[in-house]
């Protein structure tokens, strides 16, 4: 029987239309398809407003077949949708039904609903392109974040070791610079070839007999990917916690481990949040038991003796007195062998879950009514389940759900809570060329095959899983497809510790890659994962990736234990002083973080963002890879290069200050930037920003009811707002609370619940500051500021000035 594939170079695409088209609006936006021919466009308007100065075309589709390939061609009649076109059209000698739609807003879709006598094997479209076009997305790509010139598998692949084109997370999907997004509304393995072939074209290959597409319209890149996001999901909100800080490592060897390291991050001062227990923790894979033999165990680290746990219920309240939530690892894998990790209290046998799970048809099946597929995975040998199933997944979510409950813990209300509140999906993927995880014979329960699936079953495997918690919880995954997104979050998977492509400067790429695929709850392995290709310069990797670390959504550490270096005061001194800064960094920036993780929730936006994202025009920004915005007032250029203390920075259009130094420097252009210190990178912030902090230092984002501990500090609704004027600008923080900054009138509007309040402004010297029309008494020193219920002061050396009042709800002005 033939097999499809990505259709040859040398087809004749026809690029150019012909003659008078067929027409219709949504708003200032028309859809156009060509009488004779069968091109398509859409017509809007540019950046500068011009109504239809911004055409996207296309060529007819085209089909490849057993004896060869035909082009879908003149339309042969139509009839009016209430929104759109369904038409007959011209393939070969045959006709076929199509409808060309709005969906949504700025939408726009084709499809074949009919395809008559054809048979496709495959089928094609493509689009007139030039050097000036640049493409962003496709998931998580390693190898570039422009995929201009390159030609892109979508197949969610496990290959930690040489990614190339592989991706964990996929997506036929991309931006481009000419204002305008593609979407290949398919689940089977595609390829697009983005002008690798020909330098005046794009084509997009689906391996399968369908043919669905979205073009999805600007003009501003942000609008596009807010479109895009509208049809395939936009993020939940998690909860709070999950933007502190993680403690990982692939296996905790026994309870008194657990216990050293919680017991070690608090003894230096390290804010932690998260807890990850990846595998094993269970006595089989995925039976979703913990093995209390495993962490009942004792343990003797650094010559102290730390003692392991008697029960679950008392390791849970541990994590819970420590400010801690648990997350734990999981596959889709339900196994019937594993191999010997000698973990003592392991079933290396058949999981106690599985044969009821095969007796009742939960999980894939190898062929039509055949057994359940057994896939060869890398913690031995399991049938994964079929989330196509609606009784499967409940079966499975159930099991999950009784998990939550043995973890309840009693929080400082008397109610109880699951001190789990996040599980680690790992895989998910095709195969990692050596295994084969969904073989395209696979059969599932909504009539679906392994063809489909190969991408399509990470989503449903997600989907169940971020149902257990919803709101109240988060993911951590690995694989991806389309739609992903939706259930945050995730990480950039296994990566190697150096500064290869395959290490921290390859992750840099992906993070940013995902963004522009719509992921914004995205998260790495601080440090490098794997244990192949280290680095020679292990402190300094660790360094630079922790300050990559904190200016990224979610910041957690995980490292093999082989190393012995996943801890950050393995790796000295100076990396532990870092880490400390940052950890705290990234905590205390809590308030703004998670007003961008909002944001993402009801528009789409990342929280990474590209500067081709924000700055279209300017072609500067198209190529840069290492540069990016952490929200829209920071602009981070992680060092990528081992012992370095210098490397050039793009700053884009408007002004930008060096975090460090204060320095001003005009955007639009290239800067040397150099610093001896280590532990500083390039970080500048807006011209004009205002950055909403946690007030003062705190343990751990957990809320202080769960925690339960009055030793430990939790966020207590004080903030501080660091404020760089520039004319005027605001911030609207997630809470409701909305500031604004008059640079012209020296004014800061303030609009909040009742709270303690720190301004921080980057100004001159004042004669004198009020507030609400009363005078704020000045104080010399930071001492005497801090003692004070309200008051400022000068920093003259740093250049900032400092108000501190205690805010009474409501609004209030201050004048500076």
């Given at each position: 029987?033939?097999q499809?594939?990505?259709?040859p ?10 003659g008078?088209?067929l027409?219709?609006d949504?708003?200032l936006l ?23 100065a911004n ?5 007819p ?7 060869g ?6 339309v042969?009649s ?14 070969g ?12 807003d700025?939408?726009l ?8 006598a054809?048979?496709p094997?495959?089928t094609a479209i ?6 000036q076009e640049h ?12 995929q201009?010139g390159k030609s892109v ?12 084109d592989h991706?964990?997370?996929?997506a036929?999907?991309?931006?481009s ?8 509304d ?24 369908s ?10 890149l942000?609008?596009?990917l ?11 909100l ?26 070690q ?15 094993p923790w269970e006595t089989?894979?995925?039976?979703f ?7 009942g ?7 102290v003796?730390y003692p392991?746990f ?7 309240n541990f ?6 939530k648990?997350?734990?690892w999981?596959?889709?894998?339900v ?15 058949k999981a106690?879950?599985?044969q009821e ?12 009514d055949?057994p ?6 890398w913690k031995g040998?399991?049938s994964?389940?079929d ?8 079966w499975?979510?159930?099991?999950l ?7 309840s813990?009693?929080?400082r ?8 509140g ?8 095709t ?7 969904i ?6 329960a909504?009539g679906?095959?392994?063809?489909e ?11 169940s899983?971020s149902s257990v918690l ?12 389309a739609?992903s997104q939706?259930?945050p979050?995730?990480w950039?998977?296994?990566?190697e ?11 840099i790429v992906?993070g ?13 392995d601080?440090?490098?994962y ?7 310069s292990?402190p300094?990797?660790?360094v630079r990736w922790?300050?990559f ?9 995980h ?10 005061w ?6 532990l002083q ?9 905590t205390?920036?809590f308030p703004?973080?998670?007003?961008y993780a909002k944001?993402a ?13 924000l ?14 915005l952490f ?10 290069t081992?012992?370095s ?13 060096d975090?460090?130094t204060?320095?001003?420097?005009a955007g639009g252009?290239?800067?040397n930037?150099?610093n001896?210190?280590q ?12 950055v909403p902090?946690l ?9 202080a009811n769960?925690?339960?501990?009055a ?6 609704g004080g ?5 760089y004027?520039g004319q005027?600008s605001?911030f ?6 909305d ?19 720190l ?10 500051v009020?507030?609400d029309g009363?005078p704020?008494?000045k104080?010399?020193t930071?001492?005497?500021?801090d003692?004070?219920a309200?008051g400022w002061?000068?920093?003259?050396q740093?250049?900032f000035?400092?108000i ?9 002005r201050?004048?500076?």
């Amino acid at each position: 029987m033939p097999q499809a594939k990505p259709f040859p170079n040398d087809v004749p695409w026809p690029l150019q239309p012909a003659g008078a088209f067929l027409s219709f609006d949504q708003g200032l936006l028309q859809a156009r398809i060509y009488n004779d021919t069968g091109h398509l466009e859409l017509a809007g308007p540019d950046l500068a407003g011009k109504n239809a100065a911004n055409v996207v075309r296309f060529a007819p589709p085209a089909i490849q077949t057993g004896a060869g390939s035909l082009f879908l061609g003149r339309v042969i009649s139509s009839k009016a949708l209430g929104i759109g076109l369904e038409l007959t059209q011209a393939l070969g000698s045959s006709q076929v039904t199509t409808r060309l739609t709005f969906i949504h807003d700025g939408v726009l879709r084709y499809e074949v609903v009919d395809w008559g006598a054809a048979n496709p094997l495959a089928t094609a479209i493509a689009a007139p392109s030039d050097g000036q076009e640049h493409f962003y997305g496709f998931g998580e790509k390693f190898n570039g974040l422009d995929q201009a010139g390159k030609s892109v598998r979508t197949l969610s692949f496990d290959d930690p070791g040489t990614k190339g084109d592989h991706s964990y997370k996929v997506a036929p999907w991309f931006v481009s610079t000419r204002g305008y997004g593609f979407h290949l509304d398919s689940s089977a393995e595609s390829v697009f070839d983005m002008r690798a072939g020909a330098p005046n074209r794009y084509v997009i290959t689906n391996l399968f007999a369908s043919l669905r597409f979205n073009i999805v319209y600007g003009p501003k890149l942000t609008d596009v990917l807010t479109r895009y996001t509208g049809i395939s999901g936009r993020p939940l909100l998690p909860p709070a916690w999950a933007f502190g800080p993680w403690i990982s490592s692939d296996i905790w060897r026994s309870g008194g481990e657990v216990r050293y390291a919680v017991t070690q991050f608090r003894a230096r001062g390290i804010p932690v949040s998260g807890f990850v227990f990846d595998s094993p923790w269970e006595t089989a894979y995925n039976d979703f038991r913990f093995n209390m033999v495993q962490f009942g165990k004792d343990a003797t680290i650094d010559g102290v003796h730390y003692p392991g746990f008697a029960s679950l219920t008392e390791m849970m309240n541990f994590l819970r007195s420590n400010g801690l939530k648990a997350i734990c690892w999981m596959a889709p894998f339900v196994n019937v062998s594993s191999g010997n990790e000698n973990v003592p209290g392991q079933n290396l046998g058949k999981a106690s879950n599985y044969q009821e799970g095969a007796s009742k048809g939960f999980f894939v099946r190898a062929a039509q009514d055949g057994p359940p597929l057994l896939a060869p995975w890398w913690k031995g040998r399991g049938s994964p389940v079929d989330f196509t199933n609606p009784a499967a997944r409940k079966w499975l979510t159930d099991q999950l759900q009784a998990l939550l409950s043995q973890s309840s813990v009693v929080t400082r209300s008397g109610a109880e809570e699951p001190a789990i509140g996040g599980f680690k999906t790992d895989d998910g993927e095709t195969g990692n060329g050596v295994n084969t995880y969904i073989p395209t014979s696979a059969r599932y329960a909504d009539g679906r095959t392994g063809i489909e699936m190969r991408n399509g079953y990470c989503l449903e495997y997600h989907k169940s899983i971020s149902s257990v918690l919803g709101q109240n919880g988060v993911l951590f995954a690995r694989s991806g497809f389309a739609g992903s997104q939706a259930f945050p979050g995730c990480w950039a998977g296994d990566n190697e510790p150096n500064f290869g492509d395959n290490g921290l400067p390859g992750v840099i790429v992906a993070g940013q890659s995902a963004a522009m695929s719509g992921y914004a709850i995205w998260g790495h392995d601080i440090g490098g994962y794997q244990d192949t290709n280290p680095s020679q310069s292990p402190p300094n990797l660790f360094v630079r990736w922790t300050q990559f670390g904190c200016f990224s959504p979610i910041m957690q550490m995980h490292r093999q234990v082989t190393k012995e270096l996943q801890y950050p005061w393995r790796y000295g001194a100076e990396a532990l002083q870092n880490y400390q800064f940052f950890a705290r960094l990234h905590t205390r920036l809590f308030p703004y973080i998670y007003s961008y993780a909002k944001e993402a929730r009801d528009t789409g936006l990342p929280i990474i963002r590209p500067l081709v994202l924000l700055n279209q025009t300017d072609a500067n920004t198209f190529s840069l890879q290492h540069t990016y915005l952490f929200g829209n007032e920071f602009l981070v250029a992680p060092m990528i290069t081992p012992n370095s203390n210098a490397r050039q920075v793009y700053l884009p259009v408007g002004n930008w200050f060096d975090f460090w130094t204060n320095q001003r420097h005009a955007g639009g252009q290239n800067i040397n930037w150099t610093n001896h210190q280590q532990a500083q990178m390039p970080l500048f912030v807006r011209e004009g920003a205002i950055v909403p902090m946690l007030l003062s230092e705190v343990d751990t984002l957990c809320d202080a009811n769960y925690v339960n501990n009055a030793n430990l500090r939790t966020p207590d609704g004080g903030m501080q707002f660091l404020i760089y004027p520039g004319q005027t600008s605001h911030f609207a923080v997630h809470d409701g609370t909305d500031i604004q900054c008059d640079a012209a009138g020296a004014q800061v509007t303030l609009s909040s619940v009742a709270r303690a309040v720190l301004l921080q402004l980057f100004t001159k010297e004042p004669a004198a500051v009020t507030r609400d029309g009363a005078p704020v008494p000045k104080f010399a020193t930071a001492e005497q500021l801090d003692a004070a219920a309200a008051g400022w002061r000068t920093d003259s050396q740093a250049g900032f000035i400092f108000i501190k009042f205690q805010h009474a709800g409501g609004v209030t002005r201050i004048i500076f």
